[in-house]
């Protein structure tokens, strides 16, 4: 809800555009939550294209600090990003699969 809300109030990213039109690549998906998360936070987390798994451990951490946000559709407080959808080895190196909650 809030990055639909972010949408209305007229903030404009070709990757808010993306995320309901296909899924994003690695690349797309770390500049993703770099929008979400800050750069000060990205510091250090590793490239996912480089190291999946721990991008993965990176941002795993980044939501357990985060508070939970309102997802509508499940109609309960969830994190703003679902990780169990992003896949654990992503063997496809083309895309992420990401679904943002």
């Excluded at 929008?35 to 990205?42: A, E, K, R, S």
């Excluded at 451990?57 to 169990?84: D, F, G, S």
């Excluded at 654990?88 to 083309?94: L, T, V």
């Amino acid at each position: 809800l809030p990055l639909h809300r972010c949408r209305e109030m007229g903030y404009n990213h070709r990757l808010f555009d993306l995320l309901d039109e296909r899924r994003l690549t690695r690349t797309e998906l770390r500049e993703f939550c770099q929008l979400l998360f800050g750069d000060d936070l990205f510091d250090g987390v590793p490239d996912p294209e480089a190291d999946w798994k721990g991008f993965l451990h990176n941002l795993k951490i980044m939501l357990e600090r985060e508070t939970l946000q309102y997802n509508p559709i499940a109609k309960a407080m969830m994190p703003v990003i679902a990780l169990n959808k992003l896949g654990g080895d992503n063997s496809d190196p083309f895309s992420c699969g990401c679904n943002v909650s």
